[in-house]
């Protein structure tokens, strides 16, 4: 959807193209989707073409299970660009998808006082915003979150990894 010309502009409004359409009509439904490799296994996010592991372009949607952990957050209590200032303060945060993905977000519905570094966090949803823009994904405290397992996979490690993380 088109701004407002008398509105003040915005910064925070994604440019959805063919490509991305996808991952922006999920979240319109409140799914959260990110890209896995076919060639390495390997999930990804933010949407690309191709793999940024293995640079195969064999790549495909998958419907994320929404869970994550906190990796790290900053509290900001200035901003001056439209519609932020409004919004300050709030907890910008990197966040580890339990499929492996790390990914940029916001922390809703939690005091900063009440964030710990690896609390389990669940995907939600806020926008569009007075009628512009699109559905983007937040995320809220949640229940404790494990890895997602590998599709097709079993046991808890994935090919080649042993529990302490090193190649075999």
Do not use: K
Request: hydrophobic content about 35%.
């Amino acid at each position: 959807m088109s701004q407002d010309p008398g509105a003040a502009p915005r910064f925070d409004l994604p440019e959805p193209d063919a490509f991305t359409r996808p991952y922006w009509d999920a979240a319109a439904e409140g799914r959260l989707l990110i890209r896995r490799c076919g060639g390495c296994g390997r999930a990804h996010h933010y949407p690309r073409e191709f793999c940024p592991y293995c640079w195969s372009e064999d790549v495909a949607w998958e419907t994320a299970s929404g869970r994550a952990t906190l990796y790290t957050w900053s509290v900001v209590h200035r901003n001056d660009l439209p519609p932020f200032g409004g919004r300050v303060p709030y907890v910008a945060a990197v966040v580890d998808l339990a499929e492996g993905p790390r990914m940029m977000t916001e922390v809703v519905e939690c005091a900063p006082a009440g964030l710990r570094i690896g609390m389990g966090l669940t995907v939600a949803f806020r926008g569009p915003e007075g009628g512009f823009g699109e559905a983007v994904a937040v995320f809220r405290p949640g229940a404790d979150v494990g890895p997602a397992p590998a599709p097709g996979l079993t046991g808890s490690d994935p090919p080649g990894l042993t529990g302490s993380g090193a190649r075999d």
